[in-house]
C-alpha cells in the first residue's frame, strides 16, 4: 500500500508543477494569432522613454503585478571558502559564499535568513579554470537544492557520497523536465569559458503560501499596503541583484557580462530582475508563462485568476483578472531592451502560453527599433 500511495503523491505532485493536461494533450499553433499587445509602445524618441515610458511601466508593474522592489538593500559577504579547486573533471573551481542581504522598506532594512535561521543565503559558483580573461556569468535559480545544480560533495548541505542524492522535488522536477531541470551541462559551460552560479530561492523566501508570505511580511516591514506588498517573484527578482553585488567585485568574472536564467516560476524573476537592474546583460527565460513573457489578456493556458488562486504568495495582491487595463507584460520585455533575452517555449506546453509570449515580444518592437536594433528574428515564433 505505501509504495502505491507514494506513487499516487509522486503523480499529483508532477502535475500540479505542470498543468499536465494542457501541457501534454494539446499543440500550440506556429501561427500566433490574437490582438496586438495593448498599450502600444508609442514614444518620439528614446529619450522620452527614459524619462517616462520606463518610469511608467516600472511603476504599473509594480502596482499591478509583482508589488514594490525595497527602496534600498544592502549586501555583504559573510562567509568564502573554496569547496573543490579541481572540480567537474579538472575543468572549474568550486567556491561558496554565505550572502548576508537586507531589504528596506522605510528606515528599517529587514536582513534575509534562511530556512534554519542563519543570516543571509548560500551562493555556490563554478569558475572556469582556462579562462581566456574575466568570466561572463549564468546566474541560476533553480527549483533543486543547491547541491544537486551544483553536484559536488563539499557543497554545504550535500548528502555524503554513498548517500542517495535528490529530495522528492527534485525527483519530480527532472522527472518531468528532464535532466537539466536541476542542474545545467556545466562542463560544456566551462568549456565555453562561462561560469555558473547558483542560489536556491527558496533560502530568500519560500515557496510555499503560508511560510512564504509569511517571509515577505517580514522582509517588508515598514510597508503599510497589503495590496501592493511585494511576492516572492519580485522577492527572487531581488535575489539576483544580491548575487550581482557580490559577483561583481569579482575581478574574475565579466561584471558586463551576467546573464539571467531560470525556468518557469524563475523564469519570471530573472525577467523581472533584468527590468529593475541594468547590470543584468541578458536573461534566458525558460517557460516564463503567466507573470513572466506571456500577455495576461486574450490568452492561452494559465489565466491570472488560476495562478493567484494557485501561487498566492508570488505576485501582489492587486494582480488579479479584474485589474489588468491600462499594462501588459510586453513593458517588462521593454525594460530590458535593448539588452538580449531568449523566451524558450515548447509545442505542447499552452500552459505557458508561447503565442503571448511571442505577442508580447512582438510588441516590444517599437523599443528596439528606437534603439535601432533588430527585433525577433526573421522565422516567425520558430526563431524565437
Known sequence: MMPLLRSLAFIGAAASLTG??????????????????SPALVYANVGEWES????EAREALQSNVYGYFPEASQSSILERRVVNPDA???????????????????????????????????????????????????????????????????????????EKRGGMMTNIATFVFGRYICSPPIETILDAGYAVAS???????????????AALRRLSEGYADDETRW?????????????????????????????????????????????FDPRIDGVIAHQSGTG??????DK???????????????????????????YDQHMLLALIAPRPILLGNARRDVWSD???AFRAAMARRPRLRALRRQGPRPGGSQAL
Not at 494539446?26 to 496586438?36: E, H, I, N, Q, V
Not at 517616462?52 to 518610469?55: D, E, L, R
Not at 542560489?199 to 508570505?213: K, M, N, Q, R
Open 20 to 37: 499536465c493536461v494542457e501541457a501534454t494533450l494539446a499543440w500550440t499553433s506556429m501561427k500566433p494569432r490574437g490582438p496586438a499587445a
Open 300 to 326: 492561452k493556458g494559465e489565466s491570472v485568476k488560476g495562478i493567484t488562486k494557485t501561487y498566492a504568495h508570488w505576485f501582489a495582491r492587486n494582480y488579479a483578472e479584474d485589474n489588468l487595463d491600462g
Open 354 to 356: 508561447p503565442n503571448g
Open 199 to 213: 542560489i536556491f530561492p527558496s533560502e530568500i523566501v519560500p515557496d510555499s503560501d503560508a511560510e512564504g508570505l
Open 88 to 162: 567537474f573533471n579538472g575543468k572549474g573551481v568550486v567556491e561558496e559564499y554565505r550572502v548576508g542581504a537586507s531589504a528596506g522598506f522605510g528606515d528599517k532594512p529587514v536582513a534575509v535568513t534562511d530556512g534554519a535561521g542563519a543570516d543571509g543565503f548560500i551562493l555556490n559558483i563554478v569558475l572556469p579554470k582556462k579562462a581566456a580573461g574575466p568570466a561572463p556569468v549564468i546566474l541560476m535559480e533553480t527549483f533543486c537544492p543547491r547541491w544537486d545544480t551544483i553536484p559536488d560533495p563539499g557543497v554545504s548541505g550535500a548528502p555524503a557520497p554513498d
Open 231 to 275: 511576492g516572492a517573484i519580485a522577492a527572487w527578482a531581488w535575489g539576483f541583484s544580491r548575487v550581482i553585488d557580490v559577483l561583481e567585485q569579482d575581478e574574475r568574472l565579466d561584471k558586463n557580462a551576467m546573464i539571467a536564467f531560470g525556468h518557469s516560476r524563475y523564469a519570471k524573476a530573472a525577467l523581472a530582475a533584468a527590468a
Open 292 to 297: 513572466g513573457a506571456s500577455l495576461n489578456v
Open 52 to 55: 517616462k515610458g520606463a518610469a
